[in-house]
Each structure stands twice: as C-alpha cells, then as structure tokens.
C-alpha cells in the first residue's frame, strides 16, 4: 500500500527551481509545494555568503507554513570579475532585475574578456521546523565558462550563457536529465537525498508500476 505523500515547502516561487526539486523527490512520495502557495512572501537575503541566505530562507518558509522547508541559495562566479555576481546572481542588474537583464549585464562586463571561467555554486538547506537546530546543509558546484552570446531554450538564470565543463553546448541546450545529472543543483539534491536517507527522513526510491514493481 502506498504511503501517504509528504509534502515539503520550496523557500523560492521560482518554476525551473521547482520542477528541478519536484522531479528529483516524487520518487520518493514527496510533493515539493512552492511557497507562495501558502502566501510566503519573500524574505530579505541579509546573509553575507550562501549558507547565510539559505538558513535564513528555509527558516522563514517552515516558520509561516509549520511544514518542513527546503532552500536553495545558488549563482554563479565568474572568476574574471573575482566571483561576481556571486550571492547578488538574481539582482545582479539591479532593481526590476529580470534572468534577460542580469545574463546580458554579465556578458558585457565580460567584453573582450579572453578569461571567461566559471562556476555555479548551489548550497541547500532542508530545515524540519524553523527552530530546527541541526539543519541539513549540503554544497555542490559545476564548473564551466561564459559564452559569447546567450543559446539555448531550456532551463533558466544564466544557463544560456554558462557552458559546462565536457559540453560544447549552454546549459540552456541541456536535456533536463541532463542537467539533473551534472548541474550543481541536482548535484547538491542527490547530497541531500542521501543524507535524508541516513537521517531516516524518506525512504528508498518507490518503483511505480502496474505490475507491483519488484
């Protein structure tokens, strides 16, 4: 007999987050909501690196909707311009910031740049209550560099512009498997599925079938 679906809330509104995150746990009979579902607004990032903002997004989700909240706090350095944008990724243009506004700033202070390396960095916070004193946290990067010019329909941020180390391709070309597969993102979920494993929070992945599964 199926077991009843958990739900966990997303500390973000964001689509692309959320599919990324409902795709990784719905094997495991977790539904992951968004927090505005539950009219979260967002909350000031005041933290100074990634764990900082994450504790204090995931925090204020399981805070207003009692449920347990998971929290991504992620961007991208460029080492070019000494690891900016960093934690100021999704504001990066400035006010009214939009992923057009900020990926096309990006490309411009890289201008005639030939160093174009560059990372994304992804830390997640999975918090059981907003008192939670031992929250998981867990860290992954993916190495990359800057294209010249943004390619790519799929995924979101600055993924038509980032090409992945072993592709010669934008993450925006990527399949979303795999992107699961490489990105830090799915990287930094497959950390923290296994340590909600160890910690007895979920289960093994459920096998959905029409024969029984094995």
């Known amino acids: 007999m199926q077991s009843p679906t958990q739900h966990i809330v997303l500390a ?8 990324e995150f409902a795709q990784m746990f719905t094997h495991y009979g977790i539904e992951v909501l968004p927090q505005n579902q539950f009219n979260v607004p967002d909350v000031a990032e005041t933290g100074t690196t990634f764990v900082e903002n994450a504790i204090i997004k995931a925090r204020h989700a399981a805070e207003i909707t009692g449920k347990p909240a998971i929290a991504d706090d992620s961007g991208i350095e460029v080492d ?4 900016q944008p960093g934690i100021y990724s999704a504001r990066y243009s ?12 990006l490309l411009a202070a890289l201008k005639d740049e ?4 560059a990372r994304f960095q992804c830390v997640l916070v999975y918090m059981r209550h907003a008192k939670d004193p031992t ?5 992954a990067s993916w190495e990359g560099s800057i294209n010249m010019a943004p ?21 925006a070309q990527l399949s979303s498997e795999q992107k699961n597969a490489h990105s830090h993102r799915g990287k930094a979920l497959e950390l923290l599925i296994s340590a909600m494993k160890a910690k007895g929070i979920i289960g093994e992945q459920q096998v959905f079938e029409t024969n029984g599964g094995q």
């Open 12 to 19: 973000s509104g964001n689509k692309g987050k959320l599919a």
């Open 80 to 83: 070019a311009l000494q690891g």
């Open 94 to 105: 400035g006010s009214g910031a939009t992923e057009t506004s900020n990926y096309l700033k």
């Open 114 to 117: 030939p160093l174009r390396s």
């Open 135 to 139: 929250p998981i946290i867990c860290q």
């Open 151 to 171: 390619q790519g329909e799929q995924g979101h941020g600055y993924d038509p512009i980032f090409v992945p180390q072993g592709f010669d391709c934008t993450a």
